[in-house]
């Protein structure tokens, strides 16, 4: 009795010890490493040579780009040209607008649908389909807002 009393203890204080060892930090984009590094990859001088040539032309490029721009009277500062000028910002076309959901209409009840964060009824009678409504089990300020299907 006192063997297996010792053994349990023994497995449980184990294991327990095991539990509280960190993991080893690895690479943060999903991939599996282990904790193992591949090794660095040695450049020979010819390959040296090559990346630095190509470094250079890359500089290069960069800065008949920006004497272009000042030729034509276009700096990062500045995207619509001269000050005062015609061009205006415009807004960015890569940030979408926020895409609401639509409520779900409660069946056999006209005017009425189901909210799509919370499930709960709402009256939306007299309110055109595509609208852009606001939840009114929430607080304006957590902006819950759906359309009318």
């Not at 294991?15 to 450049?43: F, H, M, N, T, W």
């Not at 920006?66 to 015609?86: M, S, V």
């Amino acid at each position: 009795m006192t063997s297996r009393l010792l053994t349990a203890s023994v497995l449980i204080g184990g294991s327990l010890l095991v539990s509280c060892v960190p993991y080893p930090e690895g690479p943060r984009d999903g991939r599996r490493s282990g904790g193992i590094e591949p090794p660095a990859k040695v450049l020979t001088p010819q390959e040296q040579e090559a990346k630095k040539k190509e470094e250079e032309l890359k500089k290069k490029a960069e800065e008949e780009k920006k004497k272009q721009e000042e030729l034509l009277g276009k700096t990062p500062d500045k995207p619509g040209g001269t000050p005062g000028g015609e061009g205006q910002p415009k807004p960015d076309p890569k940030t979408p607008k926020k895409e609401w959901p639509y409520a779900n209409p409660v069946p056999g009840k006209e005017g009425f649908v189901f909210s799509p964060y919370n499930n709960k009824m709402v009256d939306v009678r007299d309110i055109p389909s595509g609208t852009l409504v606001q939840d009114p089990t929430y607080p304006p300020a957590d902006q819950k807002r759906f359309r009318v299907p």
